[in-house]
């Protein structure tokens, strides 16, 4: 900002204060065939040679470049298009040269602090964790423990009736310390889920195992990336803004391991060169009122099929035994999911709900829109 000759030098008193338009572009979609495909105020334009990106138009850049004309907005922007490409065409003939490519984006907006912006950070795996983990997957090889081998279910698909399209995965919380990523994968290849070559963002929801959450938790600001994965820093952001979420320090969310145990769960949903966002979200200790506050932020993610949900959870739970019923009883709100536990404080005869992700989870598909469209299609 200080270096932007268009504004005065802000004062550092003032830095702390200034705020940035962050836009996350998604669903981009090659158009260098049918140019007039796109939609001005919903759609941005990404033109590139094949090799770098030459013009890159936001869709609010659009709207103010063509404010005066905003019928013409189309024939405007693809006769910069075309004036960049080459400066001998015709602009009532827009054809691009060889290998070059034309790009129609949508965005995502929120809102950044700048003080934030040089320090976000890429969230690694430590190498404790990964000493961890080889042990463990050490000792069951030598016990023989092939823990899929057995007739137990350890994941679930859900999806909407409507194409069939797949819409959340339970999963097992031991997640990559459980050995059980060859069993999910070979079950994907075997028989690959509808619609998950359109997710575009992935909510990783998991219980905690190395400290303690008040209720759910999100990375703060300054985290940017999980591993090999971009965080949605725009949606973060407005669930930060809700004030319902505990924000995890650096040093907390270091320490955690169950999102990162569920990571390898996510490279076998989605293609190699696929462009998608994640959502981390801790699930601690949590009580029926402060449950139904993050139901009601969550779930209506729940009815765009671009969102995928992972889930760690006891899938056995959700087999013979389970009351199906309650998904569609809108009486009893998130307590219809809860296990009692006692209280130690006070009464110790006294119980009260107790969450896990799981049941957070069914909650929020209770409380979902079109809830009967979703079913649990496949059991492995």
Same mark, same amino acid.
């Given at each position: 900002?200080?270096?932007?000759?268009?504004?005065?030098?802000?004062?550092?008193?003032?830095?702390?204060?200034?705020?940035?338009?962050?836009?996350?572009?998604?669903?981009?979609?090659?158009?260098?065939?049918?140019?007039?495909?796109? $939609?001005?105020? !919903?759609?941005?334009?990404?033109?590139?040679?094949? +090799? +770098?990106?030459?013009?890159?138009?936001?869709?609010?850049?659009?709207?103010?470049?063509?404010?005066?004309?905003?019928?013409?907005?189309? /024939?405007?922007?693809?006769?910069?298009? +075309?004036?960049?490409?080459?400066?001998?065409?015709?602009?009532?003939?827009?054809?691009?040269?060889?290998?070059?490519?034309?790009?129609?984006?949508?965005?995502?907006?929120?809102?950044?602090?700048?003080?934030?912006?040089?320090?976000?950070?890429?969230?690694?795996?430590?190498?404790?964790?990964?000493?961890?983990? #080889? =042990?463990?997957?050490?000792?069951?090889?030598?016990?023989?423990?092939?823990?899929?081998?057995?007739?137990?279910?350890?994941?679930?698909?859900? %999806?909407? $009736?409507?194409?069939?399209?797949?819409? &959340?995965?339970?999963?097992?919380?031991?997640?990559?310390?459980?050995?059980?990523?060859?069993?999910?994968?070979?079950?994907?290849?075997?028989?690959?889920?509808? *619609?998950?070559?359109?997710?575009?963002?992935?909510?990783?929801?998991?219980?905690?195992?190395?400290?303690?959450?008040?209720?759910?938790?999100?990375?703060? /600001?300054?985290?940017?990336?999980?591993?090999?994965?971009?965080?949605?820093?725009?949606?973060?952001?407005?669930?930060?803004?809700?004030?319902? =979420? +505990?924000?995890?320090?650096?040093?907390?969310?270091?320490?955690?391991?169950?999102?990162?145990?569920?990571?390898? =769960?996510?490279? *076998?949903?989605?293609?190699?060169?696929?462009?998608? $966002?994640?959502?981390?979200?801790?699930?601690?200790?949590?009580?029926?009122?402060?449950?139904?506050?993050?139901?009601? !932020?969550? %779930?209506?993610?729940?009815?765009?099929?671009?969102?995928? =949900?992972?889930?760690?959870g006891d899938v056995e739970t959700l087999t013979e035994t389970f009351d199906w019923e309650r998904l569609s009883d809108l009486s009893g709100g998130p307590e219809r999911f809860m296990i009692e536990a006692p209280k130690f404080v006070n009464r110790a005869d006294q119980v009260?709900?107790?969450?896990? &992700?799981?049941?957070?989870?069914?909650?929020? #598909?209770? &409380?979902?829109?079109?809830?009967?469209?979703?079913?649990?299609?496949?059991?492995?």
């Open positions: 900002a200080a270096k932007d000759h268009r504004f005065p030098t802000p004062a550092p008193a003032d830095v702390k204060d200034i705020v940035a338009q962050v836009s996350l572009l998604r669903s981009f979609a090659d158009i260098s065939e049918s140019p007039l495909d796109w $939609t001005p105020g !919903l759609h941005g334009i990404w033109y590139s040679d094949g +090799q +770098q990106p030459q013009l890159v138009y936001l869709p609010q850049a659009v709207e103010e470049l063509c404010r005066d004309d905003p019928d013409n907005a189309v /024939q405007r922007i693809l006769s910069m298009v +075309q004036r960049r490409a080459s400066s001998d065409a015709e602009e009532e003939d827009f054809r691009l040269p060889e290998g070059h490519v034309l790009y129609r984006f949508e965005t995502t907006s929120g809102e950044c602090p700048i003080s934030t912006l040089p320090l976000l950070q890429t969230r690694t795996i430590v190498d404790d964790h990964i000493c961890q983990l #080889l =042990f463990l997957k050490a000792a069951r090889l030598k016990l023989n423990g092939a823990v899929g081998g057995n007739d137990t279910p350890r994941f679930a698909l859900l %999806s909407g $009736t409507e194409k069939q399209l797949g819409r &959340a995965m339970i999963v097992p919380t031991e997640g990559a310390y459980g050995d059980f990523e060859e069993l999910f994968h070979a079950e994907l290849r075997r028989d690959p889920p509808k *619609g998950l070559q359109q997710v575009r963002r992935i909510f990783v929801i998991s219980p905690v195992w190395d400290c303690f959450i008040d209720g759910c938790g999100i990375p703060e /600001q300054r985290c940017a990336w999980y591993g090999n994965f971009a965080l949605d820093i725009p949606l973060l952001e407005e669930l930060r803004s809700s004030k319902v =979420f +505990q924000v995890l320090t650096v040093d907390q969310d270091q320490r955690e391991r169950s999102i990162e145990a569920l990571l390898p =769960f996510i490279r *076998g949903c989605v293609a190699q060169d696929q462009k998608f $966002t994640l959502v981390p979200i801790l699930v601690g200790g949590l009580m029926t009122e402060k449950a139904q506050e993050y139901v009601s !932020l969550l %779930s209506p993610y729940l009815a765009d099929p671009e969102n995928l =949900f992972i889930v760690g009260v709900p107790i969450f896990s &992700a799981l049941e957070l989870f069914l909650s929020m #598909l209770a &409380a979902a829109p079109k809830r009967e469209e979703f079913l649990l299609t496949r059991y492995w």
